[in-house]
């Protein structure tokens, strides 16, 4: 008896000791736990000892329900049985209610949202994905849970159809009012539809089918089948039209001044990516070619050309560009300035002499020569020509360009600088200027020397040279 009476009277001092102490810090503004720190604002502790005593409530909380539950009792009373199907009994659920909506009045008259939403959407988020995981290891509905789901699909009949008509509601409202996406964010449902797309092309790709229609397999080195891409060709080819006639971008249909295919940002793009990647650039360039000389049409536009790599229009069109940069002293290829009256500038010459391949320019010459001499055409200008292989205008042409009739053509004079007095020859120079630095250099004056220049006295005789 006097252990437990001794054991009381040492209990009645320490809570009187925690009481008066209390009582000190709280005047003081102190945490009430450790009495160093001021308390967060609307509580007794600081922050520090608010963490702490938070975690251990938490795992005592988690021991007590787990204990319970383990019993088969109400995790909240832990003196009744739950109620069947719930987790709480009927006294603990009644309450939890009526507590419930006694806070939620309280909010709602405050004008507060019943829980922060950033939590509930995180919560919510969370649960439904637990859900969805949990459904489809199921084999049921991810909706409602309680039916099998649809074969290859994660939804019940009844609840696809529900949510079909769902759709066709909201679109048509959508609709009726002029907003786009069923009045969702556009930008939103851009970025989920492309996201979709990536996932359907990458199936399709590793199931080794098209892209486009996820039927028939692709055509050689390429993702989409043969149907696809001509309809895809069709397609492009249609828009392209319509928005250069209508003056549009061909690529992102802004307007565009100066009858020109792209505007600014998208010519910039296109030029960004083609210097990036032209290696890409040529061998599409070349398949290209390749494709349309096996069909048959036009190198350049894909219409018909009766055979030729180009058809009329295009060679027009190319010999009208070459004749307006050439009068223009413009290289032919870049139109950068040219000098002296060259086709080319000398990147661009140096480049297609890199690339040259006499050989097939010789054998595409012989084929040419030969198919325009069987259709009787001129094999030069292919205008009519029966019984000769060049028409007069070619013929005279040729004739006129040749050595024969031009005569021996007129070399650059040298100059030889012989002083009088000792027979000593300087040169030969190749201009009169370098004769005027010779006599500058050895002190002679002109009466000094002879110069004597190798000029042809045929050469008033002969034939002015080529241009």
């Known amino acids: 008896m006097c252990d437990q009476d001794d054991t009381e009277a040492r209990r009645e001092r320490e809570r009187a000791r925690w009481h008066r102490r209390a009582e000190e810090r709280r005047a003081n503004g102190r945490c009430l736990a450790c009495g160093k720190r001021p308390p967060v604002p609307g509580r007794t502790r600081c922050e520090p000892c608010a963490s ?86 199921a084999g049921t509905c991810t909706k409602c849970g309680k039916a099998p789901a649809r074969e290859g699909r994660t939804t019940c009949e009844s609840c696809a159809e529900k949510h079909r008509a769902h759709d066709r509601k909201r679109l048509a409202k959508a609709k009726a009012e002029g907003l786009p996406y069923g009045g969702r964010d556009p930008e939103e449902r851009r970025r989920a539809g492309r996201k979709h797309g990536r996932r359907r092309t990458a199936s399709r790709r590793a199931a080794d089918l098209c892209i486009r229609c996820g039927h028939a397999p692709p055509a050689e080195g390429r993702s989409m089948c043969e149907p696809c891409r001509e309809d895809r060709r069709v397609a492009k080819k249609a828009r392209h039209r319509q928005r250069r006639e209508a003056g549009l971008c061909v690529r992102c249909s802004v307007p565009v001044p100066g009858g020109k295919a792209h505007c600014d940002a998208c010519a910039a793009e296109r030029n960004k990516r083609r210097r990036l990647d032209k290696e890409a650039k040529r061998a599409s360039d070349r398949r290209r070619y390749e494709n349309r000389r096996a069909l048959g049409a036009c190198t350049r536009c894909g219409k018909p050309a009766n055979g030729a790599a180009e058809c009329r229009s295009c060679r027009d069109a190319a010999r009208a560009r070459y004749e307006s940069r050439k009068a223009a002293g413009l290289c032919v290829t870049c139109q950068a300035p040219t000098f002296d009256g060259a086709t080319m500038c000398a990147p661009c010459s140096v480049a297609r002499a890199e690339r040259r391949n006499r050989e097939a320019e010789y054998a ?77 250099f050895e002190r002679l004056s002109r009466d000094e020397v002879e110069i004597v220049s190798d000029v042809s006295p045929m050469a008033l005789l002969t034939a002015h040279p080529r241009e």
């Open 364 to 440: 595409a010459r012989r084929r040419r020569y030969a198919d325009r001499r069987a259709r009787h055409r001129c094999v030069v200008c292919e205008t009519p020509s029966p019984g000769a292989a060049r028409c007069d205008r070619c013929a005279r042409k040729h004739a006129e360009g040749s050595g024969a009739y031009r005569g021996i053509p007129i070399w650059d004079p040298t100059w030889t600088v012989v002083e009088l007095a000792t027979g000593r020859e300087h040169g030969p120079f190749d201009s009169e200027a370098d004769v005027a630095l010779c006599l500058a």
């Open 52 to 137: 702490k005593a938070r975690e251990a409530d938490r795992e005592r909380h988690r021991r007590r329900i787990e204990a319970r539950v383990a019993q088969g009792l109400c995790p909240r009373c832990g003196k009744t049985e739950p109620e069947p199907g719930l987790a709480l009994c009927p006294a603990c659920n009644g309450k939890r209610n009526l507590a419930g909506r006694a806070r939620d009045a309280r909010l709602r008259a405050e004008g507060r949202p019943r829980r922060d939403p950033d939590k509930a959407k995180a919560y919510e988020r969370e649960r439904s994905r637990r859900l969805y995981a949990e459904r489809t290891a």
